[in-house]
C-alpha cells in the first residue's frame, strides 16, 4: 500500500509542487491532500494543476477542533509536511501524529528560527549578521517554532556581495533539490 503524504502551506506552494512532482509517478508514495490556512494560497492553483484536493481551515478549526485531525486520520495520512506553512502546531495534531510531521526552515537552525523567522525575514537576518553560510534545515515538528529534532542540513556559501535574492535563490534550489529526498527517505524508514 502506498504511503500517503499530507501538505501544509500557506503561501506560493513552490516546495508543495516540487513534492508532488516527485511523488506523481512514485510506486510506494503519494501526495494525497493540500492544506493551507490562506484562501488566497496560490498552492491551492497547484494542487488542481496535480489533481490533489485541496482544504481550506480557518484557525478555529485548526487550534478549537478536531475537524483537521480527523479529516488526515480518515485520509489515513502516514507523513504531514509542512511546506511554508506559518502558523504553530497545536499540540493536540503533534500528539495525533508523532513524529510523523517535519517542517523545511530556510536556513541552519538553531541560528534564525523561532516566532517570525520566516521566508525573507531569516534571509535578511543572515544578510544582517554576515553569516559566510547559510542553508536548509529539515526537521520534526515540535511544540516550539523550529525546535524539533532536525533531520538533515544542506549548506552554501554565502559570497561577499550576494543580496536577499541571490541568497534566497540558493536556498530554494537546495530546498527543491533535498526536500522531496528526504521525504522518501522517511517514508521508508517508517514502512519498517
Known sequence: MKRR????????????QKIMEHFKRNPEAEVVLILTNNPQAYVLQRADNFEIPSHIFTRHEFYDTDDVIRLLKNLQVDLIVLAGFLWLVPVSLLNAFPNK???????LLPKHGGKGMYGDHVHKA???????E???TIHFVSDQFDEGEIIHQSRFKVEPGDNLEVIKFKGQQL???????VI?????KMKS
Open 5 to 16: 503524504i499530507a501538505i501544509f502551506a500557506s503561501g506560493s506552494g513552490s516546495n508543495a
Open 101 to 107: 510531521i517535519i517542517n523545511l526552515h530556510p536556513a
Open 126 to 132: 543572515v544578510l544582517a549578521e554576515g553569516d559566510d
Open 134 to 136: 547559510s542553508g536548509i
Open 175 to 181: 530546498e527543491h533539490q533535498h526536500f522531496p529526498r
Open 184 to 188: 522518501e527517505s522517511l517514508l521508508k
